[in-house]
C-alpha cells in the first residue's frame, strides 16, 4: 500500500540554520505531496504542497520539490527561526483516493 | 477567518464513563476527518464522512467508539465505554475532498 517514510527525529538545529527533513514515498499512480505542520498545542496545518513530478512547493520560506526518480519530497528552509519549533508532517494522496497517508512526523527545535 | 472548532478542549473522566467529544466543520466543507494522535502511535485516522455519510470508519474500535454526522455543522465521536488506553488528542479536520485538510485545535482526553 501507499506509505510515507521521514527522517528519525527529534531535529535539533540553531537559529539562521540550514535545514532539510528528508521525505521519501511508495505510491501506486502519482501521488500528489503535502507537507503539514503542527505547532506546539495545535492541529496540523498545510504548510505546502506539489501536484506533479518537478513542482516546487514554497511557503513561510519553507521548500520542497517533488522527485519523481527519486520518490521523494524533502523539505528545506535557509535560515531557520525559533517560531519555526514544531513537528513536520509529510504525506501524500493518490488520485481517486479518499484520504491522505502521512508519515510518523519529524519534530523539529530551534535553539536561539 | 473560517476554522475548524472542537469542543471541549479537555477532558478528565474516569474508567467507563461515556465521553462525546463535538466538532463544527469548516462551512462548505463536504469531508470530516477524525483522527488520534499519541506519542506511541503517532497520528492515526478514525473515520470520515462526506456528505455526512461515513466512508471508512475502519481505524476505531468498534465496540467503544461511534461517530456521527447528525447535520452538516456537527460531528461527533463517542467513546463509551472509555479506557485509560483512549488517552490521546482526538482532531477533527474537514475539507473539499481529502487534499487539503484544516484541522480544529483537538480535543485533550485523558482517562483516568
Redesign the interface.
Known amino acids: 500500500g501507499d506509505s510515507v517514510t521521514q527522517m528519525e527525529g527529534p531535529v535539533t538545529l540553531s537559529e539562521e540554520a540550514f535545514l532539510t527533513i528528508n521525505c521519501t514515498y511508495t505510491a501506486t499512480g502519482y501521488p500528489?505531496l503535502?507537507w503539514y505542520v503542527q505547532y506546539p498545542?495545535?492541529?496540523?496545518?498545510?504548510l505546502l504542497?506539489a501536484t506533479k513530478a518537478d513542482d516546487k512547493g514554497s511557503n513561510k520560506g519553507f521548500e520542497a520539490t517533488y522527485r519523481k526518480e527519486t520518490t521523494s519530497f524533502h523539505l528545506e528552509k535557509g535560515s531557520v527561526q525559533v517560531s519555526d519549533s514544531a513537528v513536520y508532517?509529510c504525506a501524500l494522496?493518490t488520485q481517486g483516493?479518499?484520504?491522505?497517508v502521512?508519515g510518523?512526523?519529524t519534530r523539529l527545535t530551534i535553539n536561539p | 477567518d473560517a476554522r475548524v472548532t472542537q469542543t471541549p478542549r479537555h477532558k478528565v473522566t474516569e474508567m467507563g464513563q461515556e465521553v462525546t467529544m463535538r466538532c463544527q466543520p469548516i462551512l462548505g466543507h463536504n469531508t470530516v476527518f477524525w483522527y488520534r494522535q499519541t506519542m506511541m502511535q503517532g497520528l492515526e485516522l478514525l473515520a470520515y464522512f462526506r456528505n455526512r455519510a461515513p466512508l471508512d470508519d475502519s481505524g476505531m474500535p468498534k465496540d467503544r467508539f461511534s461517530a456521527e454526522m447528525p447535520d452538516a455543522t456537527l460531528a461527533t465521536l463517542k467513546i463509551q465505554p472509555s479506557e485509560p488506553r483512549d488517552s490521546a488528542v482526538y482532531f477533527c479536520a474537514s475539507g473539499l475532498w481529502a487534499e487539503t485538510q484544516y484541522f480544529g485545535p483537538g480535543t485533550r482526553l485523558l482517562v483516568l
Open positions: 500528489s503535502f498545542g495545535e492541529g496540523l496545518q498545510l504542497k508532517f494522496i483516493a479518499q484520504k491522505l502521512f510518523q512526523g
